[in-house]
C-alpha cells in the first residue's frame, strides 16, 4: 500500500499517520520531519531549509524532490509506505510521478484531510511536539498526562518554529495557491478520498481506515 496523506497546514496529517503506519505496517516519509531532523542534526540542507520553513515558505522544489527521491530508494521503502506533506506543489507531483514510474510503482490512494480555517488556527497554537519521538500533543484536544512531558518517551515538548500565528497565515495562503490544485490532479485520477477532518481524532481514524478498505 502506497499512501499520500495531504491536507492543510494542522489539518492532522502527523496525529493520523502516527497511528496508520502502526497499524498498516508503513514506512512514514514525512518531509517536514525530515527538514526538521536534519536542522536539529546540524546538517547544511537542515539549516537551508529552516530558513524557508520559519517563515511558513515552502522549501525549493529540487531540494524537496531529491530527499525524497533518495528516501525511496532505502529498502524500507520498496513495498508500503505514508507519504505525509509531500508532494505539495504539481511540480513536485510529476516528479514523484517520475520516481515511482523508474521503481514500476505507482501511488495506491489519497488521503484529503478536510478541515475548515477557524479550527486550523487552534489547533496550530495549541500544538506541542515531542523534541525527542515527534509525537503530537495539543494543549486542549490532546493534553499530555504530565504537562511539558512526552507520554511515550519522556522526551521535553516544544513549539514548533512555524506554529507562530504570521507563519500560520503564510502556510495556509501557500497551501491555498499551490498544493491545493494537486486535489483536482489526483481526483482526475480516481485516486483520491476526501475525509471529514472535523471530528474526533477515533472518527478521522475509522473514516481513513474505511477509505483505505479495498485498497492494497
Ligand atoms: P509539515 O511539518 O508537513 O507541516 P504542515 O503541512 O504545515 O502540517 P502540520 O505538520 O503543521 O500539520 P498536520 O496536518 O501534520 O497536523 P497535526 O497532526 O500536527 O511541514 C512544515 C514545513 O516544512 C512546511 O511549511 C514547509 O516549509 C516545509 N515542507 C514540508 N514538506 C514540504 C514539501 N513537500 N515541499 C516544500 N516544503 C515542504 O495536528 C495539528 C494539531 O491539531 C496538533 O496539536 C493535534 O494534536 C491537533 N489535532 C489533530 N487532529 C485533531 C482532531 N481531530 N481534533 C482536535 N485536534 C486535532
Ligand atoms: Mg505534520
Known sequence: MKILLMGPP???????????????????????????????????LGIEAMTYIERGELVDDDITNEIVRKRLLRKDAERCFLLDGYPRTVTQAEALDGMLKKMNS???????????????????????????????????????????????????????????????????NIYETKTN????????????????????????YADIKRALRDIT
Open 10 to 44: 494542522g489539518a492532522g496529517k502527523g496525529s493520523q499517520s502516527e497511528r496508520l503506519v502502526k497499524d498498516f505496517d508503513l514506512t512514514s516519509i514525512s518531509t517536514g520531519e525530515m527538514f526538521r531532523e536534519a536542522y536539529r542534526n546540524g546538517e547544511q
Open 106 to 172: 505507482c501511488l495506491s490512494a489519497v488521503i484529503n484531510i478536510v478541515v475548515d480555517k477557524t479550527a486550523i488556527l487552534e489547533r496550530m497554537v495549541g500544538r506541542r511536539v515531542c523534541k525527542q519521538c515527534s509525537a503530537t500533543y495539543h494543549l486542549s484536544f490532546r493534553p499530555p498526562k504530565v504537562r511539558g512531558v512526552c507520554d511515550q518517551c519522556g522526551g521535553e515538548l516544544y513549539q514548533r518554529e512555524d506554529d507562530q500565528l504570521e507563519s500560520v497565515q503564510n502556510r495556509l
Open 181 to 204: 490544485p494537486l486535489i483536482n490532479y489526483y481526483d482526475k485520477r480516481g485516486i483520491l478520498k476526501n475525509v471529514n477532518g472535523m471530528q474526533s481524532f477515533a472518527d478521522v
